[in-house]
Nanobody, 113 residues
C-alpha cells in the first residue's frame, strides 16, 4: 500500500486548506485511514481518523473546524477550516493494516498569524 498526500501550503489564520490522500495497492489491506500531524519539537499526533468500523475520531483541538471524508474507496480528504497558527505542522496520511502501518510522505501546512 502506498499513500500519496497533497494539498498542503501556506495560509493565513482563519483560512482553509484541503488535504487529499490517495491510496494505491491492495485496498483490502487497509482497515482504517486518516491523518496525523507533527509540529516542530512535538510528538506525532492523530488529527482525524476513520476507524475500522467507519466512524470518525478527531483530536479535541480540531473538532468543529476539521472534517475528514472518504471521497472514494481509496481517497480520503481533510477539510481544514478556521486554521490557527498552532495547526502548523507536517501532516501525514496514515493507514492501519492488519499487521502493518502505512504512511504517506507528509505535506507541510503553515498557518501565519
Amino acid at each position: 500500500v502506498q499513500l500519496q498526500a497533497s494539498g498542503g501550503g501556506l495560509v493565513q489564520a482563519g483560512g482553509s486548506l484541503r488535504l487529499s490522500c490517495a491510496a494505491s495497492g491492495p485496498s483490502f489491506l487497509i482497515k482504517a485511514i486518516g491523518w496525523y500531524r507533527q509540529a516542530p519539537g512535538k510528538l506525532r499526533e492523530v488529527v482525524a481518523h476513520f476507524t475500522s468500523g467507519g466512524s470518525t475520531n478527531y483530536v479535541d483541538s480540531v473538532k468543529g473546524r476539521f472534517t475528514i471524508s472518504r471521497d472514494s474507496k481509496n481517497t480520503v480528504s481533510l477539510q481544514m477550516n478556521s486554521l490557527k497558527p498552532e495547526d502548523t505542522a507536517v501532516y501525514y496520511c496514515h493507514a492501519a493494516g492488519f499487521s502493518d502501518d502505512y504512511w504517506g510522505q507528509g505535506t507541510q501546512v503553515t498557518v501565519s498569524s
